[in-house]
């Protein structure tokens, strides 16, 4: 796995969480990409990619909004890194329909005004940590091992789903996460909920979806023993990290309720079993940037909710 | 595609209303199966209903097996039968979080992501009966930003929710905790290349009131 260049280019396609919820995953990224003197330009006026909700009611706006998204990135050269799971999955899925389909790419061409460019190679940062700069000089870049730190890697729905799409990993059980964090230094756990779903984008329509799935993803990373969970993922991360507080509310609460109440719940449990710990949740740029000696003020933790500072403090690595 | 998101129309909690489509009895002939519903799913998802041979597989992955009253498989086997309608009238359609992990593990390859996908467009389409409507309200406030800024607006997002499905308190102490972390902006900027975004929509409507395009 030896890269062939000595010095990596690409163009850069954030997206809309990026900008905003998952703000910390964008400065964590440019970051990282700075000091392993990897080139990052962002695409110009780039557009939404229309993320589940478009394809969910209307594939062909989310094709066309794909398309063009994907022709925008022409202008920039370097291969399209992507950082977000949703994103990188709908331009990946764009890319392959309409090299399949022929009427497809026919009715996008005529919506975006134009030809549509589908040779672009879409790449996860994941992809580019792991094969493009490669494991091994990672490996050598590392300054500072993230030693001891427990990490549960939790892939989530789209980063190696559909199987002949993305191109990244086993659609079952990938392992490029855990290579990278072996590389860096850190120790990943094995887990039962890597891929489970997190509730993604129910987060705004039925929060309560989201509390009982990312509930279980939380839960069987703390009996896995892991220190932190490690996403790719800006709604993974959101649904994990801004909704913690209320799954553990909710978990509280469950016993007390009004409809516990009334129907008169066999349990009573004041308070539970007890306060269940908070499981810091990081992206892999933020844990890669680290053990590369980027300083952790640089790492927009100040945005996350759940704090990492105590955690990073008593495994030495602040 | 509807325009604007209007206020969310009054509950029917009937017991009249829920039972007509979902419980009655099926008795199947060609004047209760609509064939040609099927067809279109199939042309829509460009994957086949008919190869699945029921193993279940699907809907024993399916995270969102739970909320539905109708799951994967069985969503299935009811378009097999011809019974879109009953599929409609359900949630199970707008439950899919659309993980992609029935599709991943099918044996026959039968791409049920897809064919949800193609279900709503058409439940949405028809403005169809189903009652599931705070997250086809979340899908449809998401593509009008796309439509008016170019890119998410998550503040909107969230204020336009609470709005227009009357809850007001959801999720209240969330946004100025958000605010204070940087994670909401306050305001947002319009992409530059606004008018291409709205070029899109705008040809594809062409395309489909003339009939090119699904």
Redesign the interface.
């Given at each position: 796995m030896t890269p062939k260049k000595k010095f990596l280019n690409y163009s850069y396609y954030p997206g809309c969480s990026l900008h905003a919820s998952g703000r910390e995953y964008d400065i964590s990224t440019r970051a990282l990409f700075k000091v392993l003197n990897m080139g990052l330009k962002e695409v110009p006026d780039w557009f939404c990619c229309g993320a589940t909700p478009a394809h969910n009611v209307d594939e062909l706006l989310s094709l066309s909004l794909c398309a063009k998204n994907l022709s925008l990135a022409e202008e920039v050269e370097g291969d399209l890194a992507v950082a977000c799971a949703a994103c990188f999955s709908r331009l990946k899925v764009t890319q392959h329909h309409l090299k399949e389909d022929q009427t497809k790419l026919k009715q996008v061409e005529t919506a975006i005004d134009g030809p549509a460019s589908l040779d672009k190679p879409v790449k996860h940062i994941l992809d580019i940590l792991a094969r493009d700069f490669g494991l091994g000089r990672l490996e050598e870049h590392t300054k500072k091992p993230l030693m001891g730190l427990k990490v549960a890697c939790y892939y989530g729905c789209l980063l190696t789903r559909p199987p002949e799409v993305p191109d990244l990993d086993d659609a079952e059980d990938p392992s490029i996460m855990e290579d990278i964090l072996r590389a860096v230094g850190a120790q990943p756990v094995k887990w039962s909920h890597r891929m489970e779903c997190c509730g993604a984008n129910f987060t705004l329509s039925r929060p309560g979806v989201v509390l009982k799935l990312s509930n279980a993803i939380l839960e069987s990373a703390r009996l896995a023993g892991a220190d932190c969970i490690m996403v790719a993922c800006p709604l993974c991360h959101g649904n994990l990290d801004i909704r913690q507080q209320g799954i553990k509310d909710k978990q509280n609460a469950q016993e007390s309720t009004l409809f516990g109440n009334i129907f008169g719940s066999e349990v009573q449990q004041p308070g539970g079993a007890g306060e269940a710990r908070d499981v810091p949740i990081f992206y892999i740029t933020q844990l890669a940037a680290l053990a590369m000696g980027v300083p952790t003020d640089k790492l927009g933790f100040e945005s996350v909710i759940i704090d990492p500072k105590p955690l990073l403090r008593e495994k030495n690595l602040l | 595609?509807p325009q604007e998101a209007g206020p969310l129309p009054p509950k029917d909690h009937t017991p009249v209303a829920r039972s007509a489509v979902k419980n009655k009895l099926m008795h199947l002939s060609n004047e209760t199966m609509n064939k040609a519903f099927v067809k279109k799913v199939e042309a829509?998802s460009?994957s086949s209903v008919r190869r699945c041979f029921q193993c279940g597989k699907c809907s024993a992955g399916c995270?969102?097996a739970a909320?539905m009253e109708h799951p994967p498989n069985r969503v299935v086997r009811l378009l097999q039968l011809g019974q879109g309608q009953r599929v409609l009238a359900g949630r199970s359609i707008w439950?899919c979080?659309?993980?992609?992990?029935c599709?991943?593990?099918c044996p026959n390859k039968v791409?049920l992501?897809s064919i949800m996908?193609?279900l709503?467009?058409l439940s949405?389409d028809a403005d169809g009966p189903s009652k599931e409507s705070?997250?086809?309200?979340?899908?449809r406030l998401?593509?009008e930003?796309?439509r008016t800024y170019?890119?998410?607006y998550?503040l909107r997002?969230?204020a336009a929710?609470n709005m227009k499905s009357g809850q007001f308190l959801?999720?209240l102490m969330?946004g100025p905790?958000?605010l204070s972390?940087?994670?909401?902006?306050m305001f947002h900027s319009k992409?530059?290349?606004i008018a291409?975004?709205e070029?899109?929509?705008k040809?594809?409507e062409e395309?489909r009131k003339k009939g090119?395009?699904?």
């Open positions: - | 595609m829509l460009g995270p969102m909320f439950y979080a659309s993980c992609e992990t599709s991943t593990r791409d992501a996908d193609a709503r467009k949405w705070y997250v086809q309200l979340a899908n998401f593509i930003n796309i170019g890119r998410q998550e997002l969230g929710f959801k999720d969330l905790k958000l972390k940087g994670k909401l902006k992409n530059k290349n291409q975004i070029g899109i929509f040809r594809i395309m090119e395009a699904l």
